[in-house]
């Protein structure tokens, strides 16, 4: 079974193995010796965050708010986790003095997230390099799959259904959001439930998380954490993370390379 995964691997867990940063050449076996692999996904999956700025942006402009957010701002922004949440960060950083109340903020999510969904089902964001590839690889040696992230199910749904078909959650074991937890990211709480319904031990697992508070929250589940640098958070500080990567297509060309002779 996946869950006695580490038996068979001389009974050391990958936190044990990657104690310290893990060069580059060993990903692949820090993936291959996971008994569940748990995707963040804004950013991780898919470069999703430029449609929801881009849907944020469209909202504002429904509701008559003369807000706009460009790169810079919203750079910031996704340091507070949840689009709610960057919505009364914003209006408080503007100080405005008739605010939004709570139900204008969730009418206003509403129509950004209907617009997202509208934007991903163009098809105009694919997955990440390296992403089908390694969801495919997993299920063929029998690793569990795990979704821990901030965004909605709707959110997940629109974009995973759209790469990967209608019934792309069969293949997943947990899937939690970000309101099926008190405290969203970098708080452990979406790792801690993920575990809890996987009924795995932290150190068997590996968060696969693209910013500095996706790797924090990771970490403060004790979940081992592979990096995959994203267009928002390229520069965050992931010096906590087992392994950085540019995008996951990097795994494939390890284990390409192990495979070719050694030059005589």
Same mark, same amino acid.
Request: aromatic content about 6%.
């Given at each position: 079974?996946?869950?006695?995964?580490?038996?068979?691997?001389?009974?050391?867990?990958?936190?044990?193995?990657?104690?310290?940063?893990?060069?580059?050449?060993?990903?692949?076996?820090?993936?291959?010796?996971?008994?569940?692999?748990?995707?963040?996904?804004?950013?991780?999956?898919?470069?999703?965050?430029?449609?929801?700025?881009?849907?944020?942006?469209?909202?504002?402009?429904?509701?008559?708010?003369?807000?706009?957010?460009?790169?810079?701002?919203?750079?910031?922004?996704?340091?507070?986790?949840?689009?709610?949440?960057?919505?009364?960060?914003?209006? #408080?950083?503007? @100080?405005?003095?008739? $605010?939004?109340? %709570?139900?204008?903020?969730?009418? =206003?999510? *509403?129509? &950004?997230?209907?617009?997202?969904?509208?934007?991903?089902?163009?098809?105009?964001?694919?997955?990440?390099?390296?992403?089908?590839?390694?969801?495919?690889?997993?299920?063929?040696?029998?690793?569990?799959?795990?979704?821990?992230?901030?965004?909605?199910?709707?959110?997940?749904?629109?974009?995973?259904?759209?790469?990967?078909?209608?019934?792309?959650?069969?293949?997943?074991?947990?899937?939690?959001?970000? #309101?099926?937890? @008190?405290?969203?990211? $970098?708080?452990? %709480?979406?790792?801690?439930?993920? =575990?809890? *319904?996987? &009924?795995?031990?932290?150190?068997?697992?590996?968060?696969?998380?693209?910013?500095?508070?996706?790797?924090?929250?990771?970490?403060?589940?004790?979940?081992?954490?592979?990096?995959?640098?994203?267009?928002?958070?390229?520069?965050?500080?992931?010096?906590?993370?087992?392994?950085?990567?540019?995008?996951?297509?990097?795994?494939?060309?390890?284990?390409?390379?192990?495979?070719?002779?050694?030059?005589?």
């Amino acid at each position: 079974m996946v869950a006695r995964h580490r038996d068979v691997m001389g009974g050391a867990s990958i936190m044990q193995a990657g104690a310290a940063t893990i060069a580059r050449s060993g990903a692949a076996e820090l993936i291959r010796r996971a008994a569940a692999l748990i995707f963040d996904v804004d950013g991780t999956l898919a470069e999703t965050e430029e449609l929801h700025r881009q849907a944020f942006n469209e909202a504002f402009i429904r509701h008559g708010l003369d807000w706009h957010w460009d790169r810079a701002i919203y750079r910031e922004l996704l340091r507070v986790t949840g689009g709610k949440e960057r919505i009364r960060a914003y209006q #408080d950083r503007l @100080r405005i003095d008739l $605010p939004l109340s %709570d139900a204008d903020v969730a009418a =206003l999510h *509403r129509v &950004k997230t209907a617009r997202y969904t509208e934007l991903i089902e163009t098809g105009c964001c694919s997955l990440r390099p390296g992403v089908t590839d390694l969801l495919m690889a997993a299920k063929a040696r029998g690793q569990r799959l795990a979704i821990a992230t901030t965004t909605s199910h709707g959110n997940i749904d629109a974009l995973l259904a759209r790469a990967l078909g209608s019934h792309w959650a069969a293949d997943f074991d947990a899937i939690v959001a970000g #309101d099926d937890v @008190r405290h969203k990211k $970098p708080a452990p %709480d979406v790792y801690l439930e993920v =575990l809890a *319904r996987l &009924k795995l031990d932290a150190p068997d697992c590996i968060a696969i998380e693209d910013s500095a508070n996706g790797l924090i929250a990771a970490s403060g589940a004790n979940i081992p954490v592979l990096i995959t640098r994203s267009m928002f958070f390229r520069d965050d500080d992931f010096s906590g993370a087992q392994v950085v990567l540019n995008d996951l297509s990097e795994l494939a060309l390890e284990t390409k390379s192990e495979k070719q002779p050694h030059a005589q």
